[in-house]
């Protein structure tokens, strides 16, 4: 990779960054595509988030991508947002323009994509979400768009799931969802959207306790380690699984094209699932 004095620089923030392979997808596909850009992560603690704005501001960055567990506190400190990501009260994609920050969310986009490439249709089944947060809103608010038979979100707290049931309905303008205390016996898809089993937490596991059955498709969006302890499960039990791969390059891809404005091309995906097949 070419670095020069007109190289621009676009990145990740979050904590824990360690394990994200963003950068290796990311800086793969500017040097095969020719795009001037250098991808890099930043550990930045939550105390030190508005001073990482500050800094970015100064530095003129391209653009970044948010992560845990900064989606909902970067909704404050962004100059303004895209009408759908100000509905989702969460943001995982920022450009930088003209000095302003502009806040998006690419996250429930590149889930759905992800399961479109496994030909895994969401309209009228029954799904589960496990966990309430900025990633949950975005993926949740996307299913709801694509007509399920109905979604339980199941969250820690119960309250903060019935927040989301909520807003999920009132976008999507129906009454498909509902916030519920534990993980129903019959679901047709499963989806994790927290950290759990995320490394180095590997052995955690949402599930643990579900008795599932093999025709449940179950999705975990954490993609490090790749087979999370959820997945093992599900596998062993003969159910359809989905890792976290797929919605990282789609959300990935989502947000290279807001950042340059160019469109995004099939031939992308395929570039960063070679590099991340190599890890």
Request: glycine letters at 10%; aromatic letters at 6%.
């Amino acid at each position: 990779m070419k670095i020069s004095a007109s190289t621009k620089l676009v990145g990740l923030i979050g904590h824990p960054i360690g394990h994200s392979m963003s950068p290796i997808i990311h800086n793969a596909l500017y040097q095969r595509i020719g795009l001037d850009l250098i991808y890099l992560a930043f550990d930045i603690r939550p105390e030190n988030l508005n001073n990482a704005r500050i800094g970015i501001k100064a530095l003129d960055l391209k653009g970044f991508n948010v992560t845990i567990p900064h989606k909902e506190a970067m909704i404050g400190l962004v100059d303004s947002l895209d009408p759908y990501a100000k509905k989702l009260g969460a943001i995982n994609t920022v450009k930088v323009k003209d000095g302003q920050l502009i806040g998006y969310n690419t996250d429930g986009q590149g889930f759905i994509k992800s399961l479109k490439r496994k030909n895994i249709s969401v309209k009228d089944k029954s799904i589960v979400i496990i966990g309430a947060g900025g990633a949950a809103r975005s993926i949740a608010v996307y299913i709801g768009l694509e007509g399920p038979k109905e979604i339980r979100i199941v969250n820690r707290t119960y309250d903060r799931g019935k927040v989301l049931a909520n807003l999920v309905n009132d976008l999507t303008g129906s009454y498909i969802a509902s916030p519920a205390s534990h993980i129903p016996d019959k679901s047709d898809i499963i989806v994790n959207t927290t950290s759990l089993g995320m490394w180095p937490n590997i052995k955690e596991n949402p599930i643990s306790d579900l008795s599932l059955s093999p025709q449940t498709i179950v999705c975990d969006i954490v993609y490090n380690p790749r087979m999370t302890a959820m997945l093992r499960q599900a596998e062993r039990t003969g159910c359809q699984i989905v890792d976290g791969t797929g919605m990282l390059i789609g959300q990935a891809l989502a947000s290279v094209g807001i950042w340059t404005g160019k469109e995004v091309k099939d031939e992308y995906w395929q570039i960063m699932q070679e590099e991340l097949d190599k890890l």
